[in-house]
């Protein structure tokens, strides 16, 4: 861990646990620790997890090896011991610590993978712990999908941060790591895992074009279940007589709670298969009934085509007629108008006769009264003494023979 002495870590003296989403290894790592414990925290960093825990009640004992780190964490802890796990014995270091109480739990948080003999610091680790207590670890995935591509494509750079982090001696697959717990004597019993998408992008691994990969290759790549894991969450227990005898005990109650649940589940599913027979059945028949539903609608509804293709024959041969009578009734409108004004033509010359009549009418009044006083006068003159003697006159020269004129 000699890399790690110029390492700096963040600080993150404010975070809470709140603040944690459910893909955190730190959020993982408190639920795995649950409340009032004695934990040891290896690699311990700047104390922000130390400080999560010691706001459940922890007692915390931090190992670090970045003395400067180490100053600010002892503001979280109970106590910080400086040291170099791959130099130092365990029960050397802590022998003070462990005489007076082992721990519940040794955290290793992203530790491991730094340590050139893991191996030898998990073995020592077990003489630590009380006989219930147990390892929690986050461990980086080698094979995230995004390291996997980048070696296809011979890349294999190491980073500040994340997976290929430049201070890593160790890499780890879920393999690896459950064969890294089995070989230092532990039984592992849970195994969570953070997320981060392969094509990500995040300085915690490497940027990849899904386009420069053929589709075979990415498909079979994304298909595999750790693909897209980012780090692994592990809970051991110390392999001994008491808890092999613990977890077979554990394991053989849970197979008879299983055996049971199945009968039970079993006795369940007969039931729901019967309900399910009659239920079929039910559906069966109504589906019967709806599909002669359906054939009856059909029928009707091939009718009611009909009707409407025959309907819609009709309407365009009313529609035909309606646009001959619309044409018809225009060229009457034209018609009628044409008429009007004929109409007017000969009410004016009506009107006009009716004035020429009148006046006509005046004049044949003034000219009867003319020859009414015409009459008045030849009658005067006919009882006149001068027209009788006109008259015998005449008689007189016809008389005569002599030419009346």
């Given at each position: 861990m000699n890399a790690d002495l110029e390492k700096?870590?963040?600080?993150?003296?404010?975070?809470?646990?709140?603040?944690?989403?459910?893909?955190?290894s730190l959020k993982k790592m408190l639920s795995l620790v649950g409340r009032n414990k004695r934990v040891i925290d290896f690699g311990c960093a700047?104390?922000?997890l130390a400080r999560l825990l010691t706001n459940r009640g922890c007692e915390v004992i931090g190992v670090e090896v970045n003395s400067k780190a180490a100053k600010i964490a002892k503001n979280y802890c109970d106590e910080v011991i400086v040291a170099d796990l791959d130099f130092v014995s365990l029960n050397d270091i802590l022998?003070?610590?462990?005489?007076?109480q082992k721990?519940?739990?040794a955290i290793f948080g992203d530790i491991l993978e730094h340590l050139r003999n893991p191996w030898k610091v998990l073995q020592e680790t077990r003489n630590i712990l009380k006989p219930q207590g147990y390892v929690i670890a986050s461990i980086p995935n080698i094979a995230h999908g995004a390291i996997r591509l980048a070696l296809l494509q011979g890349n294999f750079e190491y980073k500040p941060l994340g997976i290929l982090d430049n201070t890593h001696l160790r890499f780890f697959t879920r393999e690896t790591v459950e064969q890294l717990f089995d070989d230092s004597g532990y039984l592992i019993d849970v195994i969570e895992r953070t997320k981060l998408p392969i094509y990500s992008n995040s300085d915690l691994i490497p940027a990849i074009d899904k386009n420069n990969f053929d589709k075979n290759?990415?498909?079979?790549?994304?298909?595999?279940?750790?693909?897209?894991?980012?780090?692994?969450?592990?809970?051991?227990?110390?392999?001994?007589?008491?808890?092999?005898?613990?977890?077979l005990h554990k394991q053989y109650f849970e197979v008879v709670e299983q055996l049971n649940n199945s009968e039970t589940k079993l006795e369940n599913l007969q039931v729901e298969y019967q309900n399910s027979k009659v239920q079929i059945q039910t559906q069966s028949t109504e589906f019967e009934q709806t599909l002669n539903k359906l054939q009856q609608s059909?029928?009707?509804?091939?009718?009611e085509k009909n009707n409407l293709q025959q309907t819609q024959i009709e309407f365009k041969k009313v529609k035909?007629?309606?646009?001959?009578?619309?044409?018809?009734?225009?060229?009457?409108?034209?018609?009628?108008?044409?008429?009007?004004?004929q109409l007017e033509q000969e009410k004016k010359q009506l009107q006009q006769v009716q004035q020429q009549w009148e006046d006509n009418q005046n004049q044949l009044?003034?000219?009867?009264?003319?020859?009414?006083?015409?009459q008045q006068i030849i009658k005067a003159m006919e009882t006149s003494k001068f027209w009788k003697l006109r008259g015998a006159w005449l008689k007189f020269k016809h008389s005569l023979g002599l030419k009346v004129g």
């Open positions: 700096d870590y963040p600080s993150l003296v404010n975070l809470l646990e709140t603040d944690l989403d459910n893909n955190s700047t104390g922000y022998s003070e610590q462990i005489s007076k721990f519940d739990i290759i990415t498909n079979d790549i994304e298909q595999d279940e750790d693909a897209d894991t980012l780090q692994f969450v592990v809970r051991g227990y110390p392999v001994s007589l008491e808890n092999k005898y613990a977890n059909e029928i009707l509804l091939k009718e035909n007629r309606l646009e001959e009578y619309q044409i018809l009734l225009e060229e009457t409108q034209i018609q009628l108008n044409h008429k009007q004004s009044q003034q000219a009867h009264s003319g020859w009414e006083h015409c």
